[in-house]
C-alpha cells in the first residue's frame, strides 16, 4: 500500500529565508504532482515532475523528484508572505500503464511565512 | 473558461437523507476523481473515473456512489449520509490519469446532522 509522508506538517519561516519540504512515498513511482491550497480554498496545481531527476521552477518555488529515493523536494527560495499556504505532493498508486488510477496525498504542509 | 464546476457549495443534512453532489467539467477530460478533505488527515480519494462508463474505488468508497454516464459528469451520491460523512469534498479532472495535473472544483463543504 503506497504511503505519502509529509514534514514538516507546520513550517513558520521568516520573510527572506530557504527552507525545504519534503515528501517521501513508500513504492515505486515515476511521477509525482505538488499543490498549493490558499485557507478556504481549492488546490491548485503547482507542479507536475514527471521522471527520475526531473526540475521545475516557478519563481520562488523550486520542486525535484528522485525516483530511486523515492523522495520529492519543494524548495522555497527568499519566502514571502504570499507563499503562506497549505502544500501537498501527490503520487498515483500505480505505474503508468497500469490499471490504477489512485492519487495518494501527504497530509500537507502548513507554510506561514512572517514579516 | 477551463473549470470544475461543484454544486451544492454548502449543504446541511441530516442523517438518513440521500443526497447528490454534482461535478461537472468542460474541458473534455477523460479522468475525473472525488476527494474528501479532512483536518489532519489530508484529502483521500473517494472514487475515480477514468472515461465514460469506468468507475474504480479509491482508498475512502464506503458510503459513496458515483456514475459516469457522459464525459463532463461525475456525481457522487450519498445514499444514506451519517456524521462522519460530514467534510469538504473536492472534485477533480485532468485529461488523463497521470501525465496531467488535476483541476479541482471549488469544493462543498457537507454538513450530515
Known amino acids: 500500500e503506497l504511503k505519502v509522508e509529509q514534514n514538516p506538517l507546520f513550517l513558520s519561516m521568516q520573510e527572506g529565508k530557504n527552507y525545504t519540504i519534503y515528501c517521501n512515498y513508500s513504492t515505486t513511482s515515476d511521477r509525482l504532482y505538488w499543490y498549493r491550497q490558499d485557507p478556504g480554498k481549492s488546490l491548485e496545481s503547482l507542479f507536475v515532475?514527471?521522471?527520475?531527476?526531473a526540475v521545475k521552477q516557478e519563481g520562488r518555488l523550486m520542486a525535484s523528484l528522485d525516483t530511486k529515493a523515492r523522495l520529492s523536494t519543494l524548495h522555497i527560495t527568499a519566502a514571502v508572505h504570499d507563499l503562506s499556504a497549505t502544500y501537498f505532493c501527490?503520487?498515483?498508486?500505480?505505474?503508468?500503464?497500469?490499471?490504477?488510477?489512485?492519487?495518494?496525498f501527504g497530509k500537507g504542509t502548513k507554510l506561514s511565512v512572517k514579516p | 473558461e477551463a473549470q470544475v464546476t461543484q454544486n451544492p457549495r454548502y449543504l446541511i443534512t441530516v442523517t438518513g437523507k440521500k443526497l447528490t453532489v454534482t461535478c461537472s467539467q468542460n474541458?473534455?477530460?477523460?479522468?475525473m476523481s472525488w476527494y474528501r478533505q479532512d483536518p489532519g488527515l489530508g484529502l483521500r480519494q473517494i472514487y475515480y473515473s477514468m472515461n465514460v462508463e469506468v468507475t474504480d474505488k479509491g482508498d475512502v468508497p464506503e458510503g459513496y456512489k458515483v456514475s459516469r454516464k457522459e464525459k463532463r459528469n461525475f456525481p457522487l451520491i450519498l445514499e444514506s449520509p451519517s456524521p462522519n460523512q460530514t467534510s469538504l469534498y473536492f472534485c477533480?479532472?485532468?485529461?488523463?490519469?497521470?501525465?496531467?495535473?488535476?483541476?479541482f472544483g471549488d469544493g462543498t463543504r457537507l454538513s450530515i446532522l
Open positions: 477533480a479532472s485532468s485529461r488523463d490519469r497521470h501525465n496531467q495535473p488535476q483541476h
Open positions: 515532475l514527471l521522471s527520475n531527476g
Open positions: 501527490a503520487v498515483p498508486s500505480g505505474n503508468y500503464g497500469g490499471s490504477q488510477g489512485n492519487l495518494i
Open positions: 474541458m473534455n477530460h477523460e479522468y
